[in-house]
């Protein structure tokens, strides 16, 4: 069956790094675009990167552009999110998603709080 299973969130203080990966399996990943977005306590949930199938391609919502990379394995089935210089406000579950046409994916999502 599909499963996504992000990894790699935690407690960091500001200014901090952490490095999120999502394992897919069950599909055929190479063909998907793969998204991440973020749902913090009490808000919607928000597109943070997306990469296309190929890897060639990727998009960044404003606020954390310059600050987060999204990378991709297709030998591994691997998505990465590297986040850098971390604020407060990036405090959030964090969810990857396989997104091709009217199918998507999704994982369970992973906590990552930034906090002093």
């Known amino acids: 069956q599909v499963q996504l299973v992000e990894s790699g969130g935690g407690l960091v203080l500001p200014g901090g790094s952490l490095r999120l990966s999502c394992s897919a399996s069950?599909?055929?990943?190479?063909?998907?675009?793969m998204v991440w977005y973020r749902q913090a306590p009490g808000k919607e949930r928000e597109l943070v990167a997306r990469i296309a199938n190929s890897g060639g391609s990727t998009n960044y919502r404003d606020s954390v552009k310059g600050r987060f990379t999204i990378s991709r394995d297709n030998a591994k089935n691997t998505v990465y999110l590297q986040m850098n210089s971390l604020k407060p406000e990036d405090t959030a579950v964090y969810y990857c998603?396989?997104?091709?046409?009217?199918?998507?994916?999704w994982g369970q999502g992973t906590q990552v709080t930034v906090s002093s």
């Open positions: 998603s396989g997104a091709r046409g009217s199918l998507s994916y």
């Open positions: 069950g599909f055929t990943f190479s063909i998907y675009d």
